[in-house]
């Protein structure tokens, strides 16, 4: 389709802006910039550009369209161009040196001159009929709204095994980091342009969002459930390069949290570390006892051995639920019992797991028991942490 020859059902841009809106002017500032990254979509980029814009027009939204193009080799650049003629609210911006899906929304990030900002994939993975829902949880007073595969009514579309364990274990990495959000890693979210302005984002990996949640300036984030829809057309770019990408970037948004020590980021690894520092104090409690029981009152060491793990596992209990967790999810003496008791039982799940690791270790592996009973310590921590901090603690904030 040539520029001259815009389809009927195409909006026209500022000229079809309702007067009635909100701020009135039609030649001022949008409220809404969608930025669609692409590189090699000109099996879609042209629907997309046109669904989005019907889509802004139908709702009545003063928006601007910004497709950020890492110089793809197919006929993405001319296709945009041809749409950015007919329609004034269409921007294409083409990059030339360091290529990346982040690098270039942050780059939209920078020149996108509407107060909220959207991004949304190119190949319709993600349903463009609702980017107005994401601009009214923003104008209720979200600062970050994420579309999520994971809340009820969200989901994914017909994804190979494979894939599916990458996404679930880069989400559950992310979720260690934030856990109220179940999908911290969706490319498709919304945000306050002040939640990413003057913010230190390092774009290296493929999930823009965990950066921005790690950097960014915000205190409410809501979620909308979605479905990821296969690409319509063109092929996969997942590799992985990317993944290896993925762990750098969590690891640059924990060593920013530990150096700014504020944001949500922060309250979770400071949880985590305090949840470890308990743990080590049980080790104390646990051999003291274990000594006092057996060298001073002279009990069979066994015996000794029991009361110690049980007073170490109540100490830790009760360090965690007034320091770790900082009593936030409730004084009432049933629901403490309550957690304790659920305590009590990830406790002796952490065991298992450690014995297992042991086991698993020194008998298929050939690890040196002791080696293998690190990694049996390890494993036990990461269970013990995540399962009280989702089931015992659940509610904290
Ligand atoms: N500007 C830019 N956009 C990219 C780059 N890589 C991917 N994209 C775009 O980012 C969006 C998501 O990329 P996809 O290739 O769809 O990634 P995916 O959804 O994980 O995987 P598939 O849909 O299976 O290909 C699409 O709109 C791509 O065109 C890149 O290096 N630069
Ligand atoms: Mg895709």
Known sequence: MGPDTPSPELPGGPDTGPPELPGGSVTGPPELTVIIPTYREEANIGAMVREVSRTLADHRIRGEILVIDDSSPDRTIPIVRDLEKALPHVRLVVRTADPGLSQSVVEGFGIARG???????????????????????????????????????????????????????????????????????????????????????????????????????????????????????????????????????VGGITGHAFSRREGAAWRELSRILRFALVGI??????????????????????????????????????LNDFWTFGGETGHRMGRRLHRFLSFQLVSLGGLVVNM??????????????????????????????????????RGAA
Do not use: C
Request: glycine residues 10%; aromatic residues 12%; without cysteine.
């Open 356 to 393: 297992a690791v042991l086991f698993a270790g020194k008998e298929i592996f050939g690890i040196y028991y002791l080696a293998a009973n690190l990694l049996g310590i390890l494993a036990a921590f990461v269970w013990n942490y995540v399962v009280n901090r989702n089931v015992t603690w």
């Open 115 to 249: 107060s909220v900002i959207q991004v949304i994939d190119a190949d319709f993975s993600h349903p463009v009929s609702l980017i107005p829902a994401f601009l009214r949880r923003i104008r209720e007073g979200a600062d970050v709204v994420i579309g999520s595969r994971y809340v009820a009514g969200g989901g994914i579309g017909e994804w190979p095994l494979s894939r599916r364990i990458i996404s679930l274990g880069a989400t559950a990495m992310g979720r260690i980091l934030f856990p109220e959000i179940t999908d911290p890693v969706s490319g498709f979210f919304a945000v306050k342009r002040e939640v990413v302005e003057g913010a230190p984002l390092e774009p290296r990996g493929y999930k823009i969002l965990l950066e921005v949640l790690g950097k960014g300036h915000w205190t409410r984030a809501e979620e909308i459930p979605y479905t990821f829809e296969n690409r319509k057309e063109g092929a996969s770019k997942l590799s992985l390069t990317t993944i290896i990408a993925y762990a750098v970037q």
């Open 281 to 318: 104090s049980g080790i104390a409690v646990n051999m003291g006892i274990l000594w006092g029981l057996t060298e001073l009152a002279g009990i069979y060491y066994l015996y000794s051995s029991a009361v110690a793990i049980e007073t170490s596992i109540i100490t830790n209990f009760l």
